[in-house]
C-alpha cells in the first residue's frame, strides 16, 4: 500500500532534505510550509494521506494549533519536530493528539525508525471496531467514546489509547516499558514518566465517576486494570 506523507516545515533547506530522504524510502511526499497551507492540503486530501510530520515553529498558526484543529476532525497519526526541548512542550503537544516527537536536531535514521512504528502500529489497529467491556467500563474504538456505567467519560485521543491498552489486558500487571512500546511505541529521554503522567491524568478524570482506583499500582513496577470492584465479581 502506497504511504503518502505531509510534511509541514518552513524551513525551505531542511524541507528539501526531508523530502527528498522520504521519496528515497518510496514514501509519497506533500510538502508545505506553512500552518494554513497545512490545513488547506488536509482538507481537501485527507483520504489520500496516512501521516503527518508537523514541524512546530511555523509563521502563522503554529504546529501545535494545526494539531489541535486536526484532532477535532481527524486521528491521523502525526510526528512533531521541535527544537524546543523543554518538557512541557513535549507534554502539551503529546497531550493535544501527537502520536510521537522529534527534537532537533536528529538524525534521518531515528525520523524514519518513528514513521515505521507509527506506520506498523496503524496497519495492526482492529478494522472490526470492537467495543470492549471491563467491569463497569465500556469503550468503543470505532465512536471513540468510554462510558462508566451510563456516564460518559471524556479522553483525550492519548488517554484513549492507553485505557485500551488496558482494557485488552484486564487483570495483568503491565509495566511501564511495555506501556511505553504499546501505547507511545518509543522510549523517552527520561526526563519525565511519561506513563505515570497519563496514568495520574486518567485517574483523575474517573475521580468524577467512581471512588474506586480503577488502575492500581503494582508493586511499584507497573499498572494493573481493575477488571470489577467486589460488588460486580
Given amino acids: 500500500m502506497q504511504v503518502t506523507i505531509l510534511l509541514v516545515e518552513d524551513e525551505a533547506g531542511l524541507r528539501s532534505y526531508l ?8 514514501y509519497t ?3 508545505v510550509s506553512s500552518g494554513e497551507q497545512a490545513l488547506a492540503t488536509f482538507k481537501t486530501r485527507a483520504s489520500q494521506l496516512s501521516l503527518i510530520i508537523l514541524d512546530w515553529m511555523l509563521p502563522g498558526i503554529d ?13 491521523i497519526p502525526v510526528i512533531m519536530m521541535t527544537a524546543r526541548d523543554y518538557v512541557g512542550d ?5 497531550d493535544a493528539g501527537a502520536d510521537d516527537y522529534i527534537t532537533k536536531p536528529f538524525e534521518t535514521e531515528e525520523l524514519l525508525a518513528r514513521i515505521r512504528v507509527i506506520l506498523r502500529r496503524n496497519v495492526h489497529k482492529n478494522v472490526t471496531d470492537p467495543i470492549y467491556r471491563v467491569g463497569s467500563l465500556s469503550l468503543d ?3 471513540r467514546q468510554v462510558f462508566f456505567e451510563n456516564d460518559e467519560v471524556q479522553l483525550t485521543q492519548r488517554e484513549f489509547e492507553l485505557l485500551l491498552t488496558f482494557m485488552k489486558r484486564p487483570e495483568e500487571v503491565l509495566t511501564r516499558d511495555e506501556l511505553l512500546d504499546l501505547v507511545w511505541g518509543q522510549s523517552f529521554d527520561g526526563q519525565i514518566n511519561i506513563v505515570d503522567v497519563y496514568v495520574r491524568y486518567l485517574r483523575n478524570k474517573f475521580k468524577e465517576h467512581t471512588d474506586r482506583q480503577l488502575i492500581e499500582t503494582v508493586r511499584g513496577v507497573g499498572y494493573r486494570l481493575e ?5 460486580e465479581k
Fill in 227 to 231: 477488571a470489577a470492584s467486589e460488588h
Fill in 29 to 31: 511526499v506533500i510538502s
Fill in 90 to 94: 513535549k507534554v502539551s503537544g503529546l
Fill in 19 to 26: 523530502e527528498s530522504e522520504l521519496k528515497f524510502e518510496d
Fill in 141 to 143: 474504538t470505532k465512536t
Fill in 63 to 75: 504546529g501545535l494549533g494545526v494539531l489541535r484543529r486536526l484532532r477535532r476532525h481527524s486521528d
